[in-house]
């Protein structure tokens, strides 16, 4: 697509229960990057993709986020028993690798209340 | 980095006026500097980058300063317009091989017409 796609771009949901969001990356862009922001504050990073695998997870925060992109191309942000502190934008970016700038998507929303 | 919480660090200019937004950056090792812009219910928009061999550059209205001796960046807008009220955020990296873009805190830039 022309662009990075998020969806929803806006997510409300109960305390504990389990939600997933969805990025779609700029057509042939083989990185991806998750990231959150919260209210006032820059982007974290949180997991990031080369093709199919995850080549580093390291800002995940606990086991409770997971992120799949299971054929290369779509990637999936899962977040099980959601905490009220789990509320935040998060962003997802993609690029065509190593040394290329990122585009951003708009972001999902997520509230948990 | 930092948290300022819900009250981001504000600059406000005058239409016309050149802006000047300045960002202390926490990895001397970064060798990657990128600037970007987000406005509200946007994910981050790519504005101008700088590598750490070159201590300025310039691109359409913009130019980015860069002084690695004390670890500090700024970006220069000329003759800012009300389409350039938003959240600017500095990011750092380290090339060579895979490593993710780090935010640095926002400034706010509030265009008066």
């Known amino acids: 697509g022309a662009g990075v796609s998020q969806t929803p771009s806006n997510k409300v949901t109960e305390k504990g229960k389990y939600v997933e969001l969805r990025c779609d990356p700029i057509?042939?862009?083989?990185?991806l990057y998750w990231y959150r922001q919260s209210l006032g504050q820059g982007p974290e990073f949180l997991i990031y993709?080369?093709?199919?695998?995850?080549?580093?997870d390291s800002g995940l925060p606990n086991d409770r986020f997971f992120a799949v992109r299971p054929e290369g191309s779509v990637s999936t942000l899962k977040i099980q028993r959601t905490e009220r502190g789990d509320s935040a934008v998060y962003l997802c970016?993609?690029?065509?690798?190593?040394?290329?700038?990122?585009?951003f998507g708009s972001g999902t929303r997520l509230t948990v209340v | 980095g930092e948290s300022v919480g819900l009250h981001l660090p504000t600059l406000s200019v005058q239409e016309g006026d050149n802006s000047i937004i300045n960002c202390a950056y926490s990895?001397?090792?970064?060798?990657?500097f990128i600037w970007y812009k987000q406005e509200s219910g946007k994910g981050p928009q790519f504005i101008i980058d700088?590598?750490?061999?070159?201590d300025k550059r310039q691109g359409q209205r913009v130019t980015v300063l860069l002084n690695k001796t004390v670890k500090h960046l700024s970006l220069q807008i000329a003759a800012t317009q009300p389409g350039d009220s938003a959240v600017y955020f500095c990011?750092?990296?380290?090339?060579?091989?895979?490593?993710?873009?780090?935010f640095g805190t926002g400034t706010k830039l509030q265009v008066i017409p």
């Open positions: 993709f080369q093709g199919t695998g995850a080549a580093d």
């Open positions: 970016a993609s690029s065509q690798g190593q040394g290329y700038g990122y585009t």
């Open positions: 057509s042939g862009h083989t990185a």
């Open positions: 990011a750092e990296k380290l090339t060579g091989g895979y490593q993710k873009v780090t």
């Open positions: 700088i590598r750490s061999n070159m």
């Open positions: 990895n001397s090792a970064s060798d990657y």
